[in-house]
């Protein structure tokens, strides 16, 4: 218990450094609570034989949250901008591939795994720091590689969706509201409509 305390206490230390370095890179001066981070992953159809991607990954709250799903490490494609974070997270996680970039671009940060889908995609990127028409733009690249009618989960901290629902081909639905995350959060669902 007491080393649960202090590796929690250490991550929150990891994760307000990043907010003071990178505030625009990290949605919130605390990490994901295990409770959303848990919801966020029972997105994920661990029979569906694809691997997962998250964005944002941060400290790795959602990321263990993740592979506690049964997703196996090395079918989890994580992906993070800020390099302390990043070196934390191939320590925590050596068998998962943690891929240094910009979720905003994911064309070059997955250009060694060409073609490739993924069955869900995982997302703590702080979509309220960017201006919509780039929300948009992330939302539509990102359902790119998943099949219709699967997944992207979206936290964030405001009332309303950060994608505007009828911008693009998109579906946006309200997953869960979070009290027990600092602060409260908000899940958010993006799909490609199932084709008729």
């Known amino acids: 218990m007491r080393r649960a305390l202090t590796e929690r206490f250490d991550e929150e230390i990891r994760f307000f450094k990043g907010w003071i370095d990178k ?4 949605g919130s001066v605390v990490p994901t609570s295990t409770v959303t981070a848990r919801k966020m992953a029972s997105v994920i159809d661990l029979g569906s ?27 989890l494609f994580s992906v993070e901008y800020a390099a302390d974070f990043v070196e934390h997270l191939r320590t925590r996680f050596p068998a998962a591939n943690i891929l240094h ?8 940060v997955l250009s060694p795994y060409p073609g490739m889908m993924f069955d869900a995609v995982v997302s703590g990127v702080p979509l309220l720091n960017f201006p919509v028409k ?3 733009s992330f939302v539509e690249q990102v359902l790119d590689r998943i099949p219709d009618g699967r997944p992207m989960v979206q936290i964030t901290y405001g009332p309303l969706s950060p994608v505007p629902p009828r911008r693009g081909n998109y579906t946006v639905e309200h ?18 409509p199932l084709k008729a």
Do not use: C, H, M, S
Not at 23 to 26: C, G, I, R
Not at 49 to 55: A, K
């Open 134 to 136: 780039q929300r948009i």
């Open 175 to 192: 997953l869960d509201f979070i009290v027990r995350n600092l602060p409260p959060a908000q899940l958010w669902l993006y799909r490609r």
């Open 49 to 75: 034989g694809l691997p997962v991607l998250e964005l944002g990954a941060g400290t790795g709250v959602i990321t263990k949250a993740i592979i506690d799903r049964g997703v196996k490490p090395q079918d």
């Open 101 to 108: 970039g910009d979720a905003f671009d994911l064309d070059t």
């Open 23 to 26: 505030p625009k890179a990290v």
